[in-house]
């Protein structure tokens, strides 16, 4: 069975840092791209970073300078950094791990607000 499970969300003030985690189970993690998205209500879910097995990363241009993603597979999660945190960056966010299947985590909710 294959798991994936967030952490590390919460409530920030704008300006402020967070570091969220991805562990997953169940899959070759090292050879899987893995990436983070971000869901508001009412909006379409976006792809906010991503990290392939060969070291490539991309980022959503509204993250750029901001966000960074790592991965450490010898203990199978992925980070995501996020730094300098606005209102609009609230949102639930998700990881997912995929190469030949696609698979999701729960979500963990990020919300930016004074």
């Known amino acids: 069975q294959v798991q994936l499970v967030e952490s590390g969300g919460g409530l920030v003030q704008p300006g402020g840092s967070l570091r969220l985690s991805c562990t997953a189970s169940?899959?070759?993690?090292?050879?899987?791209?893995l990436g983070w998205y971000r869901q508001a209500p009412g909006k379409q879910r976006d792809l906010v970073a991503a990290?392939?097995?060969?070291?490539?990363?991309n980022y959503a241009d509204y993250v750029k300078g901001r966000f960074t993603i790592s991965r450490d597979n010898s203990k199978n999660t992925v980070y995501l950094q996020m730094n300098s945190l606005r209102s609009e960056d609230t949102a639930v966010y998700f990881c997912s791990a995929s190469r030949s299947s696609e698979y999701w985590g729960q979500g963990t909710q990020v919300t930016v607000s004074s």
């Open positions: 169940g899959i070759r993690f090292k050879i899987y791209t």
């Open positions: 990290s392939t097995f060969d070291g490539r990363t």
